[in-house]
């Protein structure tokens, strides 16, 4: 089985900050995925991350893996309210999906 | 184009009671999969299929049983409703389990009294 963990659980943090949120994971897994989740919502995907250092940005997101150390990063430039959602990180092992028990984030204004 | 649906959006059950969840996507997505959130533990995954006639066990596959006979559909059924299953229920499909992203389903918000 595979463990993931993020950190941190919660996140209040001021508009025009920087943030990172980190995802670690137990054992060997070379595709991670990011998504968000507004309250009361679904899940919407933000990233797939498919190899060792592999980047991706989208707005003021960026994501990164590093699959020697087993350390998925979100990276939050510049904060803004309409990123307050809960962020989750998923490892694959297999054709099985592990997730993190999700950062709530909180923009305030 | 519906992408992933999932009915009901809310239901409550009796303990003992059984019923059924479903899910129809219409991407021609090969990869299916239910999950359940709970609080404080994000998704776990409860059964997956990777084409039609062939699914198989997640984390959490007790109590539950799947199939999947057309490439659309993936209902989930709960045999004995039992208070510990009261949870949200996502549906999820992908083109592939390997490379792509996963689209969900609204979820479904069940009680078991």
């Known amino acids: 089985e595979l463990k993931v963990e993020q950190n941190p659980l919660f996140l209040s943090m001021q508009e025009g900050k920087n943030y990172t949120i980190y995802c670690n994971y137990s054992?060997?897994?070379?595709?991670l995925y990011w998504y968000r989740q507004d309250p009361g919502k679904s899940l919407e995907s933000l990233f797939v991350l498919l190899s060792n250092g592999a980047v991706k940005q989208e707005g003021r997101l960026m994501a990164s893996l590093d699959t020697k150390a087993r350390l998925s990063t979100l990276h939050i430039t510049a904060a803004v309210h309409d990123l307050s959602a809960t962020y989750f990180c998923?490892?694959?092992?297999?054709?099985?999906?592990?997730f993190g028990t999700g950062t709530s984030l909180t923009v305030i204004p | 184009n519906a992408g992933v649906t999932q009915t009901p959006k809310f239901q409550v059950l009796k303990t003992g009671q059984s019923m059924t969840l479903q899910c129809a996507q219409d991407m021609n997505h090969e990869y299916m999969s239910w999950y359940r959130q709970d609080p404080g533990m994000g998704l776990r995954l409860i059964h997956y299929?990777?084409?039609?006639?062939?699914?198989d066990q997640g984390e959490v596959p007790n109590g539950y049983n799947v199939s999947r006979s057309t490439t659309e559909d993936f209902p989930l059924r709960l045999l004995s409703a039992a208070p510990s299953q009261t949870s949200v229920y996502f549906c999820?499909?992908?083109?592939?389990?390997?490379?792509?992203?996963?689209?969900f389903g609204q979820g479904t918000r069940l009680t078991v009294v």
């Open positions: 054992t060997t897994s070379d595709r």
């Open positions: 999820a499909s992908s083109y592939s389990p390997r490379n792509t992203e996963a689209f």
């Open positions: 299929s990777v084409g039609a006639g062939i699914t």
């Open positions: 998923a490892a694959r092992k297999g054709n099985q999906f592990y």
